[in-house]
């Protein structure tokens, strides 16, 4: 019987831990090895998954109305917001869906930014809108980003997590979403020149730039610098659309100062008279941006600016009891799994939203003041064999008013 040796390097079967039999001959596991690099390296299986990846097609590419229909089951009010995303989402399948090959008009990505308060939605929009979306969709925070060479994570993370969310399917990712939040912490933190660098604002922006931009960027697939090693993924960020969000605190001063100074002339107290003092995130504009830190390159890449509406009264109460995951909703599903009927009555539900409108927390803060009320519910009513429940404005009041007690005592 004739010896098995590898028909590249010449090892018999007893040399080599694995020889793969093929129809006239045989190749052992180091040259199969060698040859897969080889392929690799010669680009050849990256040009053919551009050439299947294009046109994209979707099963069924969903309108801007119903984009908003689905925003509107979980998010209560903020319509221009709405509307906004609903349009830079649809326009993004549309331009997925242009053939490479095709001459002549061809749509640049609508990068979108997001501004209002704390508590007013923008991230629950991002995690809503994400339900319904066929592409890749991931959410990161950009506090924790510094220039490269710095302790913390590198702008190109955010590319290693949409890696991630896309099973490291590297063509579904270059299709993908990034919601960007708190873009407003790596505002530029002084005009003035300083021997200091700013290395968790300015120079985290011009990082930014050029994912934003679209080019081909080299991530690490498992992320960070513990992997100095690991193979770079070369993942082209031209079809990735990125929706940047953040509270911009304080921006309503410059919007103001802007505002004043165009109040000039007879007309000035006419023009006064216009202006909204209690929502004047309305009138953002992109200069506002800039006064408030960001460079105008990054600006310039995020073409497409929308607010957020400060929550009013009614609108807290709505959120309360309305949404499909409502705040109520859960605490009522928590209850029953627990054979328990959970009821609020009108005055309570009335005294949370007058509390989360003194603390000034918007949305964030029903959750906290709704936690504090049930907490000792949630800690005594399992253990006790009763049926239902119902939370009383005296039961409220007397819990939130033990729980701020009790802070003060720690404290």
Do not use: W
Not at 352 to 376: C, H, T
Request: hydrophobic share 35%; with cysteine; aromatic share 6%.
């Amino acid at each position: 019987m004739a010896k098995k040796v590898c028909n590249f390097c010449g090892r018999s079967e007893n040399e080599v831990k694995l020889l793969i039999t093929g129809l006239n001959g045989y190749i052992c596991e180091n040259c199969a090895e060698q040859a897969h690099d080889i392929v690799l390296s010669s680009g050849v299986l990256g040009k053919k998954r551009q050439a299947d990846s294009e046109p994209f097609q979707l099963k069924k590419v969903p309108k801007p109305r119903e984009i908003k229909k689905h925003l509107d089951d979980y998010v209560i009010g903020q319509d221009e917001a709405k509307r906004f995303l609903s349009v830079a989402v649809y326009n993004h399948y549309k331009r997925l869906q242009q053939p490479h090959s095709e001459k002549g008009v061809e749509i640049e990505k609508s990068n979108i930014i997001m501004v209002g308060s704390t508590g007013t939605g923008k991230t629950l929009l991002a995690r809503t809108i994400a339900k319904l979306l066929d592409v890749p969709f991931t959410i990161v925070d950009a506090t924790v980003f510094t220039e490269a060479g710095y302790v913390g994570e590198d702008v190109e993370s955010i590319l290693s997590r949409l890696l991630q969310v896309a099973d490291y399917d590297q063509a579904a990712a270059e299709r993908g979403i990034v919601f960007i939040d708190e873009i407003d912490k790596i505002a530029r933190k002084s005009d003035n020149p300083s021997i200091t660098r700013d290395v968790s604002g300015e120079g985290v922006q011009q990082s930014l730039l050029k994912l934003l931009e679209g080019s081909i960027v080299n991530v690490p697939p498992k992320g960070g610098r513990k992997h100095p090693d690991q193979d770079y993924v070369h993942l082209d960020t031209n079809n990735i659309l990125f929706i940047c969000g953040g509270a911009f605190d304080g921006i309503e001063r410059k919007i103001a100062q802007r505002l004043n100074t165009h109040v000039v002339g007879y007309s000035s107290v006419q023009n006064v008279r216009k202006i909204d003092k209690g929502d004047l995130m309305k009138y953002i504009l992109p200069q506002d941006l800039k006064s408030f830190g960001l460079i105008p390159e990054l600006i310039g890449r995020l073409p497409v600016l929308t607010y957020l509406n400060p929550l009013d009264r009614s609108a807290l109460r709505n959120i309360l009891v309305e949404p499909k995951n409502s705040i109520v909703k859960q605490y009522e599903k928590l209850f029953e799994m627990d054979g328990v009927k959970l009821t609020f009555s009108e005055e309570t539900l009335d005294y949370i939203v007058d509390q989360a409108v003194e603390y000034k927390l918007g949305a964030r803060g029903l959750r906290s003041i709704v936690e504090a009320v049930m907490m000792e519910a949630m800690f005594e009513i399992p253990s006790k064999r009763v049926k239902t429940f119902d939370v009383s404005l005296e039961y409220a009041k007397e819990q939130l008013d033990k729980a701020h007690l009790q802070k003060l005592e720690s404290a």
